[in-house]
């Protein structure tokens, strides 16, 4: 299956603003986990920017799940990028 990776940016006072849509998102991301499309998510250490891997049949895929986050619907991912990924090892 192909896997895709997606790049995005925070908005600022991410940390602050995320509090009311953590606990959905969190959930979201364990859901998409258990069913084997999320390999791994997760913010840059300056909270600046989110990396993502994902195993999915299509693009599509990966951005319907991207856009159907809390984050994305309530502005605290504010861009993103998603690539089709070739993993050498």
């Known amino acids: 299956m192909p896997k895709y990776i997606m790049w995005g940016s925070y908005c600022e006072n991410a940390l602050e603003k995320r509090s009311p ?42 951005r319907q799940l991207v856009e159907s986050d809390p984050y994305w619907q309530n502005g605290i991912w504010t861009e993103y990028q998603i690539k089709e990924w070739i993993q050498a090892f």
């Open 21 to 62: 849509h953590r606990q959905a998102h969190l959930d979201g991301l364990g859901s998409q986990k258990e069913q084997g499309i999320l390999v791994t998510l997760g913010p840059t250490k300056d909270n600046t920017q989110v990396f993502g891997i994902y195993e999915a049949d299509n693009q599509e895929t990966v």
